[in-house]
């Protein structure tokens, strides 16, 4: 079912100029507003849903007063000290509007519980609860306004340009932060030097995973990310240095040709050990020995 905001309010002295331009994402609806003001003006707004309220353009030498209740003038505040409200589900907003000719303003409502599935972690409570009245950011500005234009376009791109701005906006807003990864925690130091040992010592043929994590005790999975938190390479790749060690020890002390190296270093024949030398040392290991004999 698609989302609808849901909001009760009593106004008086507007006049709503073209009609309201709405767009509908997943879990979050915009729209914008062009609306003529008499010279008092002003209402009641309360909603079940959270929103936020950005004033785009204001015309008049007036003022804009938001207040959380109708008896609270010490916190009367003015919206040219500050644009954008962040307004919680549920709370009462009481706004006076005098001197001011017109206003064209952009609200967005939003499904917490749907946002949250969205981003796959839940929004922290205390964020969402926290009122943000009549502050300014030029970011938020700048979404906004590319939001309100995709409303107001006969012709809206891909739902997925203005879904992602307006969630951008609210990731803004809410100051949302990504969950930071798991470090994952490595080998014990008995288990790195048994591992290592085993690798180097049977480095000339192909080792199983399964191998290594019965040697620690470990299930392979565990074992592989374990390892590489360790060292800072997979099982494999820590293999194939150990080769390619056991190799330059053979160029730089024997006579073999490359093809009884690369036979005795484990690898498929002397092209593939070729390719893998170059790979990871940077030169063809004939090139290579030739350098260090210099």
Not at 159 to 184: A, E, F, H, N
Not at 256 to 261: A, D, G, I, S
Request: proline fraction near 5%.
């Amino acid at each position: 079912m698609t989302f609808q905001p849901r909001m009760q309010n009593k106004i008086g002295g507007f006049s709503v100029v073209g009609g309201m331009h709405r767009r509908h994402w997943n879990g979050i609806v915009a729209d914008i507003w062009n609306v003529n003001c008499a010279a008092q003006a002003g209402g009641y707004y309360v909603a079940r849903d959270p929103r936020l309220f950005i004033l785009l353009e204001q015309r008049g030498a007036g003022t804009t007063h938001v207040r959380p209740t109708p008896r609270a003038k010490s916190q009367l505040q003015d919206y040219d000290s500050g644009r954008i409200s962040y307004i919680p589900a549920g709370m009462e907003l009481w706004v006076d509007i005098s001197g001011v000719e017109f206003v064209r303003h952009l609200d967005i409502h939003f499904n917490a519980e749907i946002v949250s599935q969205r981003l796959m972690e839940n929004i922290d409570p205390a964020q969402l609860d926290r009122p943000q009245l009549h502050f300014n950011d030029q970011r938020v500005m700048a979404l906004a306004e590319l939001i309100a234009a995709e409303c107001e376009n006969p012709e809206p791109l891909h739902d997925l340009y203005g879904d992602g701005l307006t969630l951008s906006l609210l990731i803004d807003v809410l100051q949302l932060r990504g969950t930071q990864p798991r470090k994952r925690s490595g080998l014990a130091t008995w288990q790195l030097r048994r591992a290592v040992d085993y690798i180097e010592e049977h480095c000339t043929r192909a080792i199983r995973l399964e191998e290594l994590a019965v040697l620690t005790g470990l299930s392979q999975s565990h074992f592989s990310h374990a390892f590489k938190a360790s060292t800072g390479l997979p099982p494999h790749q820590w293999q194939t240095q150990a080769r390619l060690e056991r190799a330059k020890h053979l160029l730089l002390n024997s006579e073999m040709p490359l093809t009884t190296v690369a036979v005795e270093t484990g690898f498929a024949d002397q092209a593939h050990f070729t390719r893998v030398f170059r790979k990871n040392v940077g030169a063809a290991p004939a090139s290579w020995k030739r350098s260090r004999l210099a």
